[in-house]
Nanobody, 119 residues
Framework: QVQLVESGGDLVQAGGSLTLYCEAS????????MGWHRQAPGKQRESVAF???????IYADSVKGRFTISRDDAKNTVYLQMNSLKPEDTAVYYC?????????????WGQGTQVTVSS
C-alpha cells in the first residue's frame, strides 16, 4: 500500500504563486510515474502534470509555462510549483502515484488539497 498526503493548498490572488507538496509513504519502492490532478466543483477530475521516474514531464496545455512538476526521491515527495495562477485554476488538487506490481500497476490517490484563486 502507498499513502499520499498533499499539502500547500491555499487562497491566493490571481497572478500569485503556490507550491503543492505530496509525500508518499508505505510501499513506495515500485512507484514509477507520479502526477497531479485537479477537480473543480461540478467538473470531472482532469490531469495537470506527470513526472516519470526518469524525470520526464508532461503538462496539460492549460498549465504549460506556468506550472512545474518535480520530485525528490530522497524525500519521497513530488511538488507542483504553480505560478501566474488564474481563477480557472481553482480546484481540489490530488496527488497520484503509479506503482508497479506483479501483473500490472496500481494507482494511488491522496486526499486532495484545496487551491482557490481569487480575482
Amino acid at each position: 500500500q502507498v499513502q499520499l498526503v498533499e499539502s500547500g493548498g491555499d487562497l491566493v490572488q490571481a497572478g500569485g504563486s503556490l507550491t503543492l507538496y505530496c509525500e508518499a509513504s508505505g510501499s513506495i519502492s515500485g512507484i514509477t510515474t507520479m502526477g497531479w490532478h485537479r477537480q473543480a466543483p461540478g467538473k470531472q477530475r482532469e490531469s495537470v502534470a506527470f513526472i516519470s521516474s526518469g524525470r520526464a514531464t508532461i503538462y496539460a496545455d492549460s498549465v504549460k509555462g506556468r506550472f512545474t512538476i518535480s520530485r525528490d526521491d530522497a524525500k519521497n515527495t513530488v511538488y507542483l510549483q504553480m505560478n501566474s495562477l488564474k481563477p480557472e485554476d481553482t480546484a481540489v488538487y490530488y496527488c497520484n502515484a503509479r506503482r508497479r506490481r506483479l501483473g500490472g500497476s496500481i494507482d494511488y490517490w491522496g486526499q486532495g488539497t484545496q487551491v482557490t484563486v481569487s480575482s
